[in-house]
């Protein structure tokens, strides 16, 4: 049975025991007289949360909480030693560097295998040279077993760490490596010095004819001045073995795990865990900090498009404290409630970043690097250090460069007034970032968009190790560039007048360069240019940007399916490429399915009295209900699908997605098609898949929170709650709410998997590409294997996570005005949960800032009550003055026409106007005439348009905005 942990009243595990034993060895350790210390450990993740003071960095991650600690702490059932490396016997070297048998060290008996390799890569030795050795078997049945283990001691001086890649080679019916070499192949990061134990489940790879094991080292150059020139790796005790591995495929969660966010839950927010077969009825939630169990729930069993599930719901607990989850004899590990429970892996995410920083030197991660890595233009040319490393391999782009630093910049002004250490430090960071986009341009639409460097340089330019790449002058990266320069100048010019002028010159430049390059006005590049054009509208006031990105925002919105599809399951709201509509938009895997929602919500926030506005809105609710509709599929997870496919679409242009064409083989079409068919029938060749069709590269966690981004964006305009809960859902897939039970954020919660990151070590907060799938199939998929891309750190889907931040991870605040020289009684009550918040405002009291959950709120004072939707992360100020109450429904008479009522209650005289989408109405603007207590019904009937679309009707009062409520019949997906 798979090992569980057992915790004593903290975060830092100390023991292991069977599932049967780990509750209520938990309780009695928390009952112990170690209570208060325990205690304080139990607050170590909510005191880092809450403080002042900036992490130090580069972070630690309790290691004790990894998936190497578990995997290594299994039982192990059955092995059988491969070779005890007393002799050379069917081993081989590969590449560069010198083989021997050494009595130097030994894990058991006289001798190890060693390696000795070179720390500077050879000249002329190719962009990943590497050097190994390969142990040749005789076409052996390894089928009984499922574990590879093996001691690998590496010494490599003053190096911080060594890295080493295990490859299996199958010869049997099913081969290994796979068609793009990437089965078949484990990476791990050695600590230098010791003895380590390597171990490998390979449950999942075929093994009944294996030929061979190689082990390899990449040689990528020396991250520190002062490594040795030649290290060695000594190879002792090769042996397979049985244990019980881990969950890897499947919708189904692990046995005897509960499924939950690690990270915690927010306050306010749906908070569930999920869990497989059991025979129990009920469900405990237990304080930690009291010792009381706060509820007892029923086990919900529940089922879905992929499989069966019981479910524990508790979202009705909005107590902050430190929580366990019990069923039986299974309980989970300690997680938060809390208004801040995200804001930990924010700090993480930018520990991420800084030790990616490129150029500047980070202890125990790398010197000051890349000072000979330069773009060339013509006669010019750039030294292009900084910024930041994009992946495990040293990567820079403007891809993910630019979207981070206007993530960055924006969480930045959003926790200004609640969080100004984290805040400062965000926009330090951003700056980093900033500054390699504005060094890296020639200042005529040619930059520096792409470099794969691939290792670590000497810093003198003009010797073989040297890297130049070509500046390009692209449209799309020039209004990427813009776009993260004028997000900065909106923060510094309250911080940095003077940078923040340059950024506008540096914007408007680029912008301008862009729009000379566009030709087809696609969606993607669509997105963009109106997110800077509005951003530029905001800062300089040029109505330029403003008529272009309203002409902009027309192409996005004839690129939508705003018709319900005639498939079997109809669907409306995605987007195609362009308004030809011959190819569904998606990327694969750097995505930017946030851009066109984020560019329609700027235009309704900035032109809310504008004749398009219904028309922008409408295209946003149309997605948002899009988004909302293929995720019930995949309840209870809420996993975001990635996207619709046609079986024959492999024929137009652009399928493949970034550098997926070059990794598909020769039967892409064949397996284009096969991919396709595994996900959910639509109807007419149409298919949902929940991950993408792809090939070579796989993960999908940048794909996922990009779209969690652009459903939080349009749930926070149009003020809806499950949205806001579905975008927070894809983070605790992350986080552990996954079919896996493992975080997998490094550093992050438990179980985090190691990433490959063979140039820069472990790196806490680091994400990797993310969740994949094996060969055609439409199922998660999540093997002990490390190696690229899918566990591979890439900036992209980090980017994305900062980026969702500031919608979903903060409580809402509400400003209760003075009295004056009266006194206040205010009483919330969220209507679904119950929750209740009384505040007194006594007389004469000046005005206040109070925290409120997220939710449905009846507020009550001076004897009258109103209703509101309080959103994460929003400021409300609570007019007490103003009585209006209102709310708006909608019926269809019996002669098809479709009645809506707007019931007010107030006093003096109020203006609504209804604004509707596919919708003839007989008139807009109605008024209430003066209230005086009274509640007053004004209706509007309206016709409909096309009856092959939905209808979305807005009601305004007095032109605010800020106040609007909306109704829609959006169906689809059944």
Not at 105 to 133: E, Q
Not at 332 to 345: A, C, M, N, Q
Not at 389 to 411: C, E, K, R, W
Not at 784 to 809: C, F, G, H, T
Request: hydrophobic share 35%.
């Amino acid at each position: 049975m798979k090992s569980h942990y057992c915790f004593f009243s903290g975060y830092q595990r100390i023991g292991r025991t069977s599932p049967d034993r780990c509750f209520s060895s938990f309780i009695s350790c928390y009952k112990s007289a170690s209570w208060l210390f325990g205690f304080l450990l139990l607050n170590i993740s909510a005191a880092l949360s809450q403080s002042t003071q900036i992490p130090q960095m580069p972070m630690q991650a309790l290691r004790e909480n990894s998936l190497e600690t578990s995997w290594l702490n299994k039982e192990v059932y059955e092995s059988l030693l491969l070779d005890n490396m007393e002799d050379l016997d069917n081993w081989a070297k590969n590449g560069v560097g010198e083989m021997s048998l050494t009595d130097e060290r030994a894990k058991k008996g006289k001798t190890s295998v060693r390696l000795k390799f070179p720390a500077n890569r050879p000249p002329d030795s190719g962009p990943y040279p590497n050097t190994g050795i390969r142990k040749t078997f005789n076409n052996e049945n390894w089928s009984e077993y499922n574990r590879i283990s093996l001691w690998v001691y590496p010494e490599l001086e003053n190096a911080g760490f060594v890295t080493l890649a295990i490859m299996l080679n199958n010869e049997g019916e099913t081969r290994v490596p796979d068609v793009y070499g990437r089965t078949g192949r484990h990476d791990v990061i050695l600590e230098n010095g010791k003895w380590n134990n390597v171990v490998w489940e390979i449950p999942f790879l075929s093994r009944d004819k294996v030929t061979s094991l190689s082990f390899v080292h990449i040689i990528s150059g020396k991250e520190f001045r002062g490594i040795a020139d030649y290290g060695y790796l000594d190879f002792d005790l090769l042996e397979l073995q049985k244990v019980d591995p881990d969950h890897y495929e499947g919708w189904d969660v692990a046995p005897g795990r509960i499924a939950f966010s690690h990270s915690g839950y927010q306050t306010g927010g749906r908070k569930t865990a999920i869990m497989g077969d059991t025979e129990e009825k009920e469900f405990s939630l237990i304080h930690i900090e009291s010792g009381r169990t706060l509820l007892t729930g029923p086990v919900q069993k529940t089922e879905s498009y992929i499989n069966q599930f019981n479910v524990l719901d508790f979202s009705q607990v909005n107590q902050e404290g430190t929580y366990i989850l019990n069923v039986g004899n299974i309980s989970t590990l300690p997680f938060r409630i809390g208004d801040d429970v995200w804001k930990e892996s924010i700090w993480k995410s930018v520990n991420y970043w800084y030790c990616q920083r490129c150029g500047q030197a980070i202890d125990g991660v790398h010197d000051a690097c890349h000072q000979d890595v330069t773009v060339r233009h013509d006669s010019l040319q750039i030294v292009v250090n900084g910024g930041w490393h994009d992946a495990g391999d040293l990567t820079q782009m403007i891809y993910n460069t630019a979207p981070a630093v206007y993530a960055m910049f924006s969480l930045a002004d959003h926790t200004r007034s609640t969080d100004r250490t984290l805040s400062d430090r965000l926009v330090e960071e951003a700056l980093w970032g900033l500054d390699w986009i504005l060094k890296t341009r020639f200042g005529n639409g040619y930059r520096h968009n792409f470099g794969g460097i691939g290792r670590w340089t000497d810093g003198i330019i003009g010797n073989e190790d040297d890297l130049s790449f070509t500046a390009q002058k692209l449209p799309f990266e020039n209004f990427l560039s813009a776009s993260a320069a004028a997000r900065a100048a909106l923060t510094l010019r309250h911080i940095d007048p003077v940078k923040a002028d340059y950024c506008v010159r540096v914007a408007t430049e680029d912008w301008e360069w862009a729009v000379e390059g566009m030709t087809i006005p696609e969606v993607e590049i669509c997105g963009e240019a109106v997110i800077t054009s509005m951003n530029l509208f905001k800062l300089t006031g040029d109505e330029k940007f403003a008529r272009k990105a309203i002409e902009w925002a027309e192409a996005i919105m004839e690129s939508q399916q705003q018709n319900y599809t005639p498939w079997k399951i109809p669907f409306a709201g995605f987007f195609y490429r362009n308004a030809d509509k011959l190819q569904i938009l998606r990327y694969n895997p750097i995505a930017q399915d946030q851009a066109p929602i984020m560019a329609l919500e700027k235009l309704c926030m900035e032109f809310p009295h504008h004749e398009q506005w219904i028309n922008w809105y409408s295209a946003i609710a149309l997605h948002a209900e899009y988004l909302k509709a293929t995720s019930r599929f995949s309840e209870p997870y809420g996993m975001i699908p990635q996207s619709i496919f046609h079986i024959d679409e492999q024929h137009t242009r652009s399928l493949y997605g970034l550098q997926q064409s070059s990794l598909a083989g020769k039967d892409r079409d064949a397996s284009y098609r096969q991919q396709v068919m595994s996900g959910m029938e639509l109807g007419n060749g149409y298919y949902l898949r929940f991950f993408p069709v792809w090939f070579g590269h796989r993960g999908n966690f940048g794909i996922q929170l990009a779209q969690a981004k652009a459903l939080a964006v349009a749930s926070g305009l149009r003020n809806d709650l499950d949205g806001i809960n579905l975008s927070r859902m894809q983070l605790e897939w992350i986080t552990g709410k996954n079919p896996f039970a493992q975080s997998t954020m490094w550093g992050e919660g438990y179980d985090f998997s190691p990433l490959y990151t063979p140039s820069s070590g472990h790196i806490v907060g680091g994400l990797p590409v993310g969740i994949q799938t094996a060969e055609n199939r439409d199922l998660p998929f999540w093997p002990a294997s490390i190696l690229y891309n899918y566990k591979e750190i890439w900036s992209n889907p980090s980017a994305r996570w900062l980026w969702l931040m500031e919608d979903v991870a903060f409580p809402s605040r509400v400003e209760i005005p003075g009295t004056g020289t009266g006194e206040l009684d205010i009483r919330f009550v969220e209507i679904n949960t119950g929750y209740e918040r009384e505040l007194f405002i006594p007389a004469g009291q000046d005005a206040s800032m109070v925290q409120i959950p997220e939710g449905n709120y009846k507020i009550s004072y001076n004897g009258k009550t109103k209703e509101t939707v309080l959103m994460p992360g929003k400021v409300y100020a609570l007019d007490t003055g103003n009585k209006l109450s209102y709310s708006l429904s909608y019926e269809t008479t019996d002669q098809g026409l479709i009645r809506f009522t707007v019931k007010a209650e107030g006093t003096g005289n109020v203006e609504f106007e209804l604004r509707g989408w596919n919708l003839e109405l007989n008139e807009r603007v109605k008024d209430t005439g003066i209230m005086d207590g009274k509640t007053i019904n004004l209706v509007w009937e309206a016709s409909l348009i096309d009856p092959g679309k939905p209808w979305v009707a807005v009601s305004v009062p007095d032109g605010k905005i800020s106040q609007m409520k909306e109704v829609n019949n959006i169906k689809m997906g059944k």
